[in-house]
Structures are given as structure tokens and as C-alpha cells.
């Protein structure tokens, strides 16, 4: 059984450059939250989707935003990209989106931006 | 909101000695609380989560935690350190509007 996988694995970006970056949920979950991880520091929430739609949002600006496929893979676009946008991004999926729906996590996708 | 403190930065156990994580979380209703492990390099690993019931949970590779109502905490214990225990520890609160609140992470150094 597949866990949580993404891709790319490592992005390299210039100032500007816009970027997507993607997430397969584990097999039998529905909903899929993203989050940014700088460098010593622990996971900050971006967002999570379920049913194709976003259910709630972090103190994230309106540069980051994401989509969900019918299949439940996911999205995570980033525009006008800073260097403070430098960090691991992570997905995780769960079978639902409640507190109580315990997230896994991916191996995350580190993307630099120079 | 709900919010996590994880007070020590960084810890040094020697093998095969005890290892206790703090972690203090604020939220006005029942949380729910999470333990994540993360290798150099890799995702985040659960550990063990608690919801309700007995405030002492067991989780994976020989780890445990428990809930302390009157003081907000989560600490997480673990008898005996082995060498691959070493990494970062977040711990982390879900409310029911669905997003986790992570600590800043302790670290682990494991001495031979």
C-alpha cells in the first residue's frame, strides 16, 4: 500500500518564477492538507482540500493556491515566487478532514528559490 | 487558536537512557494531539495521537505520552534511547476545523 507520495522531490526557482507542486494521497483518503516547513522550524498549515474544494486556509497569501483532482491527488501552486518561499513543502492526506482524521505525511518537496 | 510550545530546543541523551519531550499546547476546547518524528531529509512519521480516554497512549518503536488536562501538556517518553531515535520530534494540536498546530521541534542527539 502506496503512503503519501510527491513530486518533485527537489525544485530549483528564480525570484518571479511560478511554481506547481503535486501530491498523491494514500489509498483511501479523501482530503489533503499542504504545509510549508522552513528550515528550523516545525510545519506552518497552508491549506486543506476535500471534495475538490478548499476547506480552510493559514495565514498563507493569495500567491499560494491549489487544487484537488477528482482522484483526490492535489495541487500546490505558488506565483511570484520569493525567497522566503524557500522551505520543504509537505502534504499530507487523511480520510477526512476533522481534527480527528489523522494526517500522513509525504516525504515533502524541497524547493529552493534563488 | 490553538497553539504549541515545545521548550527545549535540543536534547542530548546517551543510549539506552530515558528521553522525556515536553510540549504545552493552548486550545479552549478537547484537543487533539499528535507526536510526529522527522528523520534528516524525510516526512513526518506519526508516532501516537491522542483523542479521548486514557490519558497514557502507547505508540510506535516503544514511545509513549501522556495528557495532562491541568497543565496542557503532552509529554512524550521513552525508556531506553536507541541510536536511531535520533531526529527532530514536533508535537502537534488538531481542533475540529481541521488544521495541525506544530511546535518548533525538539531535537534528539543520541551519544554513544
Known amino acids: 500500500d502506496a503512503g503519501v507520495t510527491q513530486s518533485p522531490t527537489h525544485l530549483i526557482k528564480t525570484r518571479g518564477q511560478q511554481v506547481t507542486l503535486r501530491c498523491s494521497p494514500k489509498?483511501?483518503?479523501?482530503?489533503v492538507s499542504w504545509y510549508q516547513q522552513a528550515l528550523g522550524q516545525g510545519p506552518q498549515f497552508i491549506f486543506q482540500y476535500y471534495e475538490e474544494e478548499e476547506r480552510q486556509r493559514g495565514n498563507f497569501p493569495d500567491r499560494f493556491s491549489g487544487h484537488q483532482y477528482p482522484n483526490y491527488s492535489s495541487e500546490l501552486n505558488v506565483n511570484a515566487l520569493l525567497l522566503g518561499d524557500s522551505a520543504l513543502y509537505l502534504c499530507?492526506?487523511?480520510?477526512?478532514?476533522?481534527?480527528?482524521?489523522?494526517?500522513?505525511f509525504g516525504p515533502g518537496t524541497r524547493l529552493t528559490v534563488l | 487558536a490553538q497553539s504549541v510550545t515545545q521548550p527545549d530546543i535540543h536534547i542530548t541523551v546517551s543510549e539506552g537512557a530515558s528521553l522525556e519531550l515536553r510540549c504545552n499546547y493552548s486550545y479552549g476546547a478537547t484537543p487533539y494531539l499528535f507526536w510526529y518524528v522527522q528523520s534528516p531529509g524525510q516526512g513526518l512519521q506519526l508516532l501516537l495521537k491522542?483523542?479521548?480516554?486514557?490519558?497514557l497512549v502507547q505508540g510506535i518503536k516503544g514511545f509513549e505520552a501522556e495528557f495532562k488536562r491541568s497543565q496542557s501538556s503532552f509529554n512524550l517518553r521513552k525508556p531506553s534511547v536507541h541510536w536511531s531515535d535520533a531526529a527532530e520530534y514536533f508535537c502537534?494540536?488538531?481542533?475540529?476545523?481541521?488544521?495541525?498546530?506544530f511546535g518548533a521541534g525538539t531535537t534528539v542527539t543520541v551519544r554513544a
Open positions: 502537534a494540536v488538531g481542533a475540529y476545523d481541521y488544521k495541525l498546530s
Open positions: 491522542y483523542f479521548s480516554g486514557d490519558t
Open positions: 489509498s483511501g483518503h479523501d482530503t
Open positions: 499530507a492526506s487523511s480520510s477526512g478532514p476533522r481534527g480527528t482524521d489523522t494526517q500522513y
